[in-house]
């Protein structure tokens, strides 16, 4: 099979199925604003069938010899008679496996949302939501040039405002909402900046052509240094490294299945995706690839830390995603597109599954407070036995999926960033540690809550148990290097060396011992209370009490940078242009215009008479003018 056996048709609605989805479904939210079963089915049915034919454009990407297609669409922008923008499709390796995880996370978690969203009053508007969330995403990923892609960069920016702020009746929610869109437009403002850079030095936003050695050579170094890390800003205000992290934790506020897409496989991954989609023009800036790495490994054990003392279920995972994030940007800066996108792959399906769980959780418990949960193994056993495997693949433990994404990234960082591997390393135990322990505070001891917990319905059951299985066995793809070979340069150059002889490399049992520990050191803490976790906290107080306060970078940002520096410098310097400035301008001409009209309206009497002598008067100067200039 090859790739070009597909219809280009159907390429091109694997996006325009989603974004149809929306567009039939908007127009019933508000004559039928409670609950219609079929606007679900529009959804769930439009993505499925995306999710089938990425699989198809997987299999014939595998197999085809040139492994890209290019598919031209229609002109749509011209700037100063330059070159014509074509609104185009790019097929290629990296297009193909997101495709493919997009469509199957999204198609999951809306199967799951009809048990989880069905009393909610505002069912339409959450599947019409879901769908352009979905289509902006999928847009985003086969955009051939980086002006599309920029659009559909604002448009999943645009989708996760309203999916964060869905319950809108809730301050916080719209809070958080405002606070996501906001944040994610600083990085924006770099990602903007970095295509008026580009354009400007080579004429074009091809991203082909962006990542061609010719193009690349003819711009000078410094100025493609500053081209990366403007896209690499954009890349961190979307995938929340830090400092632009704040959002992340926020936007929990959101339906959980909304969690879980935004934090597995859409929003989040966009970063990611963007610094792979234009990885030849970071390898020519170097030094920006050098700070792609720090942030990435710095994000990693910053966000862990938080992970550790949250109280939220949902928020562990919030900081348990930005932390992993780190990893797939410090994958890809020091070991290629491969190693961060396998890793981004199995994160995809083990965090997803880890959110729908928690979701599961609140669904039996009425709570996310992990201090009123406990003892829950036994009432909810299936959930129990889907989070424990996301969370053992998320520990990176062997033979689970997470183990070989995590391997991938600690053997390219051990290689190019010795120091940078300390930081993976460590983040590898702390991992294990704070996802076990809200294994052990969730499932184990005696229930703490007041609400009847009680199993969730087949509905959400069933996409559980279906992302389960990547959640442990998507890894496996790699354990002879085969992903690797898929998205890298056709050669495998890992330490893998199958299955089982993985465990031969002294670096891997060196990280699962580290993994291992962590788990060990949750156990001790939370079940066998040998340390007694108050001693703990009394102990390490100053350290407990920064990562409970979060760095005190909300602080930071809405009480001394938003509040104070930006509301009595930029804010209210605004508010003075805006007031006296164009207020005034626009006041004098009004009142300009008004004393013209009132001066006119003396010699508009309606006695002909006048006109006449006006008329004669006008003809006469006329004609002197003419004489004089004679």
Known sequence: MHIMSIPSALIWAVWLLPLGAFALISPLIRPFPGKAEPASFISIGAVGISFALSLWILASVLQAPDRQIILHGADWLSISGGPVFNFGLLIDPLSAVMLSVVTSVSLMVQVYSRAYMHSDPSYLRYFALISLFTAAMLGLIVSSNLLSTFAFWELVGLSSYLLIGFWFHRPSAVAAAKKAFLVTRIGDVGFLAALLVLYTKTGTLDITALNSPGVLSAISGGVLTWAALGLFLGAMGKSGQFPLHVWLPDAMEGPTPVSALIHAATMVAAGVFLVARMYPLFQAAPHALTVVAIVGAFSAVFAATMGLVMKDIK?????????????????????????????????????????????????????????????????????????????????????????????????????????????????????AFYIFRVVFLVFFGDYRGSHGPHESSRIMLVPMGLLAVPAVASGWLNANGGFEHFLGDGATHGFWSGFIGALAHPLALFSLLAALLGVFSAYTLYIKRWISPDKVKWFLRSPYAIFTRKYGMDELYENIIARNALYRGVFQAADWTDRVVIGGASAGIASLTTGAGRVLRRFQTGQIQLYAVAAVLGMTAIVLIALVRG
Do not use: C
């Not at 780190?326 to 997803?352: C, D, E, P, Q, R």
């Not at 009432?379 to 424990?388: E, G, H």
């Not at 997470?402 to 983040?427: M, Y």
């Open 315 to 431: 928020r562990v995972l919030a900081y348990s995603t930005i932390s992993q994030l780190g990893l797939m940007m410090l994958g890809i800066a020091t070991g290629g597109v491969w190693v961060g996108i396998f890793y981004l792959f199995n994160h995809a399906f083990f965090k997803s599954l880890l959110f729908l769980g928690a979701g599961s959780v609140n669904h039996a418990t009425g709570t996310f407070d992990l201090r009123e949960m406990g003892g829950l193994r036994k009432k909810i056993p299936w959930t129990f036995a889907f989070f424990v495997l996301a969370a053992v693949s998320l520990s990176g433990i062997w033979p689970l999926a997470g183990f070989f994404s995590k391997e991938g990234v600690l053997a390219a960082a051990l290689d190019k960033q010795p120091v940078l591997f300390g930081f993976a390393l460590l983040t590898t135990f702390l991992t």
